[in-house]
Each structure stands twice: as C-alpha cells, then as structure tokens.
C-alpha cells in the first residue's frame, strides 16, 4: 500500500453536480443558522437600555461584568494618544513594517474609491449636480481579547479617512485588561482618534447612543460575535451599519492545475476562522478532486486550529465536481461567495461571466490571505450570499452624497408646467401651486 492510499481522507463532502441529490445537498451547503435567536436579543435588549439609560457608569459596570475587568471609571477605559504611539514604537520592526507597508496599499487603492463633487447645467438652465460630504463621527469594532486583528483596524479605520472623516473613534474588548500592542500600533499608524477597551454589544450601545465620554457617531463598521451583530441589528436605522456580517467563506475554481498542496492550503484559511466558516473547491478535474482531498487530509495534522478546521470542514466544506467550467461558473454565482479564487490558467476568460462574489482572486499565484492582510482592497466583504447585491467596504460607506439644484428664472418656469401637471394628477395641489408661483405669466 502507498503512502497516499494509508492517508485517512479529513471529513468533507464531497459532491457530484450530477448526482440526483445535488440539489439537496447544496441547499444544506449554503443554508445558514440565523446570527441571532431569542434568548441572545433578549440579553442585548437588556444591555442596550442599560448603556442608553445609564451612560458611562452601566457602561463600566458591564465591562467589569463580562471582560473580567475591575475598572472604577470610564477614564480607565480609555487608551490615550501616547499609548498607540508608544506601541507603535516598540512592537518588533519587522512587525511594524509589516503594518505600515500593508496600511500604505490599502490607502493607495482607497483613494482611487474617493467620489467627488460635481455639477452641471442643462439646455434650460436649471444647474444639476451632487455634493460629497464626508461622515462626521464614525465608530469601528475591533474584536479583542487574546486574538490579535491589527487588519482589522487598517481596513475598516483607513477608508474612513481616505473619505475624510472628522473623528473615528475605536472600539476593542480586552478581557482581563489584556490588550495587544500590535492593535494599538495598527491604530496609531491608521490614524484612530480615541480608543476604548470596551466590546460586545454594550459597545454598540455606547458608539450608538452617545455616553457623556464616546459621543455618538453616524456609523458603526467592523466585525464581532453574535452579541455584537444582534447589538448592530437592533441599532440599525438609528446609525449607518456596514453590514450584519455572517461566517467567513471561500469558493475556489480550479483547473485542476495547480499545486494541490496550494488549493488545500487556501480552503483551510478560511475554515480555520471558527467551525461555522465555509470553504468549498469547485472543479471539472475530477481526478484534482480527489488529489486534493488527499492533500487536506495529509496536511490537516501539521495546522495549530486543527480541531477548529476539522470542524469547519465537515459541517460546511465542500469538494464538488462539475462537468465543464461554465458549471462552474453558474455554481459560484448562485452561492456568491464572500471569497472567490479563480485559480485558471486565465482568469480574464472567466471573469465577465463573474456576477457575484465580494472579492475576487484572480490566478493560481494570488492567494486570498493576501486580501485579507496586503493586497489593499477592503477585507470587509459581503456573506451568506449577500453578495449578489452587496459590495465591500469602502470609502464610499464613509461618504454621503446630496443632491444639487437650481433654477434659473427661465428654468423655473419650463419646469414649473410639468410639476404642476403631474402634481394635480398626484391630487398634490400645494405641490403643484408652489410651482406653479414661479412660471412666468
């Protein structure tokens, strides 16, 4: 026996698109369990009135509660200025240009999203345009604790900048005070105004609300557990959201000519995130298939998250075979994944008929960790299939745009008689008289 046929093949599904059950199968795939339930809306209900009613103090009190902490007041929650700088300065160097370099490409592609104001004037006179304004105040999660997402900060603090933003204002759990420097130097280089070691949803509630010492902001971005998304559902309307992110997702299509060793590899990043993270291979080489459940398998032992990828990869992974590419195509839009890895020997090819999908990786060599830490496109993508009318984040969520009119007095006039028409027909006759003031007799 060979060393490949004693290899135990890792638990994943693995699929025919012809097979009679397929469609069953994908719809278990790509069905998921609500970010929320009863109980969890319940205790965020409670904590949400509480930092409402109570401000700085219940803000405390629940960060004592649930972080382990043994604050007496807010001011010890608060991370001032030479703390980041500090931090900056004495994390390893290879670390901070690691940061800085990562922080320099992601502004560079952000600014080509900047908008900016313009106008015109049209054949009757009247001057049409739209005027970009950027948010005031916005607010950003970061997760925290013992896990360490300095990304997190570049990618959602950088583009807010780039757009213009006034003030961005940091939130970050640190369970048992413990908090990692490399975040702090990350706000430092990304230019974060004021950082608070709070998290979950009573963080939601105080950027939301306001409290006498983090005033409210206009928009609340960045990613976190159940509690922090049920705490962003419930605040929604008040302030902007990014999105109400679900589980990490990636769909490679391969050729079946790259190195499976590479494929494997890529399907686990994503699966190492938590056991609700979906990875999925998509390939009409069925024989690579094969190969590369051999890969994962041998593979999986040497990860450190490997219970949490084992995991990962039997609930929600998938190797499916397809009978031609442009299957596979269809397949990957009808999933629209947050991750999308066209692993081809020309992605150009595929590309046009790409309809849905957050980011997209094209070739074998580009490796979607690279878009979650340097490339510079946003990480902050659309799940559970929202892609198919969500875009990633980006300097864009942190502008508004106004409308811009104005009349001439012969304009006014020409287009005073055709509000007028429409508005008696809307039975609107205040709408159609105050247009009507301004035609010229």
Same mark, same amino acid.
């Given at each position: 026996m060979s060393d490949v046929d004693s290899i135990k093949l890792c638990d994943i599904s693995v699929i025919d698109s012809g097979e009679d059950d397929f469609s069953d199968n994908l719809e278990a795939l790509s069905k998921w369990t609500s970010t929320s339930n009863p109980d969890v809306e319940r205790k965020v209900a409670e904590i949400m009135t509480g930092v409402r009613e109570g401000g700085d103090g219940v803000l405390v009190d629940y960060t004592n509660r649930f972080d382990r902490r043994a604050c007496e007041n807010i001011d010890e929650l608060n991370i001032c200025k030479s703390r980041l700088t500090e931090a900056l300065s004495t994390i390893d160097p290879a670390v901070r240009n690691a940061l800085e370099s990562a922080a320099k490409r992601i502004r560079d592609y952000h600014i080509h999203q900047k908008q900016e104001s313009w106008r015109f004037t049209d054949i009757d006179g009247t001057m049409l345009g739209q005027k970009i304004t950027p948010l005031d105040r916005v607010g950003i999660y970061v997760p925290g604790g013992k896990a360490c997402y300095p990304s997190s900060v570049l990618m959602n603090a950088i583009p807010a900048r780039v757009a213009g933003v006034r003030e961005v204002i940091m939130v970050v759990p640190a369970p048992d005070g413990f908090l990692s420097p490399i975040v702090l130097a990350a706000a430092a280089i990304a230019d974060v105004d004021k950082v608070f070691t709070v998290g979950g949803a009573q963080a939601i509630a105080a950027l939301a609300y306001g409290t006498d010492a983090i005033k409210k902001v206009d928009k609340i971005v960045g990613p976190g557990n159940i509690y922090v998304a049920t705490a962003k559902r419930q605040v929604f309307g008040l302030v902007g959201l990014d999105m109400i992110a679900g589980p990490s997702e990636i769909l490679v299509i391969c050729d079946g000519m790259t190195d499976p060793d590479w494929i494997a590899m890529d399907l686990f990043s994503q699966a190492e995130h938590d056991e609700d993270a979906q990875s999925i291979l998509i390939s009409w080489d069925h024989d690579f298939i094969d190969v590369v459940h051999q890969s994962m398998s041998r593979l999986l032992p040497e990860m450190e998250r490997e219970e949490i990828i084992r995991k990962s990869l039997a609930r929600k992974g998938a190797l499916i075979k397809v009978p031609d590419m442009l299957s596979a195509v269809e397949l990957s839009n009808q999933l629209a994944p947050e991750h999308l890895e066209l692993s081809v020997?020309? /992605?150009?090819?595929?590309? /046009?008929? &790409?309809?849905? =999908?957050?980011? &997209?990786?094209? @070739?074998?060599?580009? =490796?979607?960790? &690279? @878009?979650?830490?340097? =490339? @510079? /496109?946003?990480?902050v993508l659309p799940t559970s299939a929202t892609a198919r009318f969500s875009s990633p984040l980006g300097v864009y969520d942190f502008q508004k745009r106004s409308s811009l009119i104005q009349c001439s007095e012969q304009s006014a006039s020409a287009l005073g008689k055709i509000a007028s028409v429409i508005g008696r027909q809307e039975s609107l006759t205040a709408h159609a008289r105050s247009a009507e003031y301004r035609i010229i007799k």
């Amino acid at each position: 026996m060979s060393d490949v046929d004693s290899i135990k093949l890792c638990d994943i599904s693995v699929i025919d698109s012809g097979e009679d059950d397929f469609s069953d199968n994908l719809e278990a795939l790509s069905k998921w369990t609500s970010t929320s339930n009863p109980d969890v809306e319940r205790k965020v209900a409670e904590i949400m009135t509480g930092v409402r009613e109570g401000g700085d103090g219940v803000l405390v009190d629940y960060t004592n509660r649930f972080d382990r902490r043994a604050c007496e007041n807010i001011d010890e929650l608060n991370i001032c200025k030479s703390r980041l700088t500090e931090a900056l300065s004495t994390i390893d160097p290879a670390v901070r240009n690691a940061l800085e370099s990562a922080a320099k490409r992601i502004r560079d592609y952000h600014i080509h999203q900047k908008q900016e104001s313009w106008r015109f004037t049209d054949i009757d006179g009247t001057m049409l345009g739209q005027k970009i304004t950027p948010l005031d105040r916005v607010g950003i999660y970061v997760p925290g604790g013992k896990a360490c997402y300095p990304s997190s900060v570049l990618m959602n603090a950088i583009p807010a900048r780039v757009a213009g933003v006034r003030e961005v204002i940091m939130v970050v759990p640190a369970p048992d005070g413990f908090l990692s420097p490399i975040v702090l130097a990350a706000a430092a280089i990304a230019d974060v105004d004021k950082v608070f070691t709070v998290g979950g949803a009573q963080a939601i509630a105080a950027l939301a609300y306001g409290t006498d010492a983090i005033k409210k902001v206009d928009k609340i971005v960045g990613p976190g557990n159940i509690y922090v998304a049920t705490a962003k559902r419930q605040v929604f309307g008040l302030v902007g959201l990014d999105m109400i992110a679900g589980p990490s997702e990636i769909l490679v299509i391969c050729d079946g000519m790259t190195d499976p060793d590479w494929i494997a590899m890529d399907l686990f990043s994503q699966a190492e995130h938590d056991e609700d993270a979906q990875s999925i291979l998509i390939s009409w080489d069925h024989d690579f298939i094969d190969v590369v459940h051999q890969s994962m398998s041998r593979l999986l032992p040497e990860m450190e998250r490997e219970e949490i990828i084992r995991k990962s990869l039997a609930r929600k992974g998938a190797l499916i075979k397809v009978p031609d590419m442009l299957s596979a195509v269809e397949l990957s839009n009808q999933l629209a994944p947050e991750h999308l890895e066209l692993s081809v020997e020309n /992605p150009d090819l595929l590309l /046009p008929s &790409i309809k849905n =999908a957050g980011a &997209i990786f094209m @070739g074998r060599h580009t =490796a979607e960790a &690279i @878009g979650d830490y340097c =490339a @510079g /496109p946003n990480h902050v993508l659309p799940t559970s299939a929202t892609a198919r009318f969500s875009s990633p984040l980006g300097v864009y969520d942190f502008q508004k745009r106004s409308s811009l009119i104005q009349c001439s007095e012969q304009s006014a006039s020409a287009l005073g008689k055709i509000a007028s028409v429409i508005g008696r027909q809307e039975s609107l006759t205040a709408h159609a008289r105050s247009a009507e003031y301004r035609i010229i007799k």
